[in-house]
């Protein structure tokens, strides 16, 4: 299944916090196509590493297919057969040097300045991530969807859509999820942060004219690919890992080879990367409560969609519970909601790896 | 209890790495007598962010007790009416500037230059950490351990003394620990390191005549301390947060009013703490695989003393099914070995804060 990058330019967006970008442009893939009636949608929202990039490849020789393939596509759960697919790259995506990730953040030129925003970009939420889906959607004439489904930060976005335009949204799937960061999440996104923040090369975001943080960016891609990851599969990738290991143990400049690979794996990642984006995604998910009110409540009585939650059973970042929350509370408000876990080996990842262990699950709800 | 730090002198320590180091000092405490015999002796050995002081106060008006003062003592189950209860600061102790610290690592003076050893120093192992322990105890006439107990790098020492003196040790209490640093372990613990490494003030361990690498220390203290806790008991601690704050919500430069708490904690901590300490000390625990042999299996069928194991519940970082696996490898192996969970809801900190939970388990197995 091949598919190709679109471009979507808005012009004078106003952010939540009440901040002006005169021009968004972000990308967006779509597979399957739209009906008449425009009614047949599906929006895939991205996680916090990912793009648009949701199933099929650019090229026929790409190494690697859209990390949701395995669900969407003909006679797939998500049916592009039946359905349209449509996926859009977030604001402050983690990538904006990707080629294929178009996107606006602190590393797009103001045009006030003709210099790239830095850390004067306004802060944005994950309402802000669906304002831009929404009007991209009704850029093609759709106003409602099917359902909305997203993996992670992606099922933030799935959630505060069927919140903020409950008219619009007739299925909910949040898979490895949450309803808001807690003070735990909130600490632990922190730490993402702390890396960039240090690193003396970040100058307050202003290094778009110098050596980038790399070394910051490398950290905090390492912190995140650790946290994703359960230790069983870690282990089992590394079991060839001996600890007493000979040059760590005779000098402490000396790192563990194991250690170096993963190290060599996360700065590889941070080629397309940027630190400010970094921030202000990790900004995004820690202000994140469900529906962006005073209580995760007061969002979820808004709701109309029928839920769908599928956490992952072994994820140590979104943790079950997470999901059950939400699930029980839109239970006691007597919405319509399910709950399913996703099985497998690699914590937070099965979101993305495993899925298809529930793609009955999600077939049937989905149709 | 009152208590005082006493000073042990070792001259000419050979590492297990072949390193020599001239003169060794470290603090201990001692709680109860020893008998005539000099059979009644148990050793505690401490934590990572831990020292000697296990119980007890050092002045009547200390606002807090030894850490685990709540089972040492008289009628607990670390019978200060029947045993002598000692412990020690470890080699590389994270706080060389805590004047109730005493310790020999890379803030020490190199009495070779007069200045202090920096990454020069030897990289030193948990096997080190014993066996300065033993030459304490031969120091005392102390020839044979009633037990050894430890929590979390203090159960890493423990089951090391079971390994290296099968014949001294009768009992061995392995708290929240674990056999070997796994790839997981390895690779957590390196995020511990990064922040150190990456500061500029760390200047490859160059700083005791500058400026200290406060920041970096202050970061790998906040990773330590949030590993330690679960999400249940940070969520009660800061029950009153609210994602969606006004600060940071208007300004990427603004911070959250619980993550700005928690860093003044972690700085307040970093204090007494040294950088090339804490990689000392973090290199110990990576290189850690008990018995430092090739295997595992190896370094526990030496093991002579009865064994008991208790991990918590819900420990993220040491988890349960770490303490399991040794203690089913020496069952498997005709050993004696005892596992109870220690039930809490702090997560790693319950092998410190709901021990009592297993005093009776204790109790019984020390006598």
Redesign the interface.
């Known amino acids: 299944m091949l598919v190709e990058k679109k471009h979507y330019k808005m012009q004078g967006f106003t952010t ?2 009440g901040q002006l970008i005169p021009e968004v442009n972000i990308g967006w893939e779509s597979w399957g196509k739209l009906n008449a009636k425009r009614d047949n949608a599906i929006l895939v929202t991205h996680y916090f590493s990912g793009s648009s990039h949701a199933a099929g490849r650019y090229q026929e020789d790409d190494l690697l297919a859209g990390y949701w393939d395995s669900i969407i596509g003909p006679g797939k759960p998500l049916d592009t057969d039946k359905y349209f697919i449509i996926s859009s790259d977030t604001l402050v995506n983690q990538e904006p040097f990707n080629p294929q990730v178009i996107t606006t953040g602190p590393a797009t030129i103001n045009p006030d300045t003709d210099r790239p925003w830095g ?1 004067d ?1 306004p ?1 944005v ?1 994950i309402r802000d991530f669906v304002e831009v889906q929404r009007s991209l959607l009704l850029s093609l004439g759709i106003e409602e969807l099917h359902a909305v489904i997203g993996p992670s930060m992606g099922s933030l976005q799935a959630l505060e859509w069927a919140i903020a335009y409950p008219e619009a949204v007739k299925r909910m799937v949040s898979v490895i999820g949450m309803g ?9 996104l ?2 993402w942060a ?2 960039i923040l ?3 090369l970040w100058r ?2 202003n290094y778009y004219n110098s050596e980038a943080p790399t ?2 960016v490398q ?1 905090t891609l ?2 995140i690919s ?1 946290a994703a990851m359960s ?1 069983s599969i ?2 089992r ?3 060839k ?5 000979a040059a ?6 000396q ?2 080879r ?2 170096d690979y ?1 190290k060599a794996q996360s700065l590889a990642q941070a080629k397309y990367a940027d630190a400010n984006h970094l ?2 995604l990790i ?1 995004a998910n ?4 469900a529906g ?1 009110g005073k209580t995760l409540n007061e969002g979820l009585q808004k709701i109309k969609a029928e839920c769908l939650f599928l956490p992952a059973t072994n994820d ?1 970042l979104l ?1 079950p519970a997470m999901s059950q929350l939400i699930h029980q509370e839109l239970l006691s408000l007597g919405k319509t909601s399910r709950y399913a876990e996703i099985e497998g080996d690699w914590g937070h990842l099965d979101g993305l790896n495993s899925i298809t262990s529930q793609a009955e699950t999600l077939k049937q709800f989905i149709n």
């Not at 808001?180 to 632990?188: I, N, T």
């Not at 760590?248 to 400049?253: A, S, T, W």
């Open positions: 939540f916090n850390l970009f802060v939420t808001e960061a807690d003070a735990w999440s909130c600490l632990g922190q730490q702390e890396p240090n690193d003396p307050e975001g070394a910051g950290q390492m912190q650790l230790p870690i282990n990738t590394f079991n890992h001996y600890p007493l290991e760590p143990l005779k000098d402490i400049r790192g563990f194991m250690v993963f921030l202000y900004r820690q202000l994140f409560i962006q140590l943790r």
